[in-house]
């Protein structure tokens, strides 16, 4: 089994930054991709981005350009840097990972962390 815990959510301007991390544990080596989604209120959760584990990537449409997904191996972390923050970027973030290669959709994880959450509010 795998563990996943974010950190680095918060309250941010727009047009901030945020960089959110998800410490991975447990039977890490299983994991082929990563991934961040998110939920807003009343809304459905949504993909972020993914990473696999040939660093593969793949971006939310509304996200693309502002957000880079990356991944350091030895330390079984994950990263979301995020710029140019918007308003309707708050949600709860979670970090997600599987073990197929390439999982696009939530019922492709098999682990989810308990999310972080972001606001961006002036």
């Known amino acids: 089994q795998v563990q996943l815990v974010e950190s680095g959510g918060g309250l941010v301007q727009p047009g901030g930054t945020l960089r959110l991390s998800c410490a991975a544990s447990?039977?890490?080596?299983?994991?082929?991709?990563m991934g961040w989604y998110r939920q807003a209120p009343g809304k459905q959760r949504e993909l972020v981005a993914h990473i696999t584990s040939d660093n593969e990537t793949q971006y939310g449409d509304s996200v693309n350009g502002r957000f880079t997904v990356s991944r350091d191996n030895a330390k079984s972390t994950l990263y979301l840097q995020m710029n140019s923050l918007e308003v309707e970027d708050s949600a709860v973030y979670y970090c997600?990972?599987?073990?197929?290669?390439?999982?696009?959709?939530?019922?492709?994880?098999?682990?989810w962390g308990p999310g972080t959450q972001v606001t961006v509010s002036s």
């Open positions: 997600a990972a599987s073990v197929r290669l390439g999982a696009t959709m939530p019922s492709s994880y098999d682990a």
């Open positions: 447990g039977n890490v080596f299983t994991i082929k991709t």
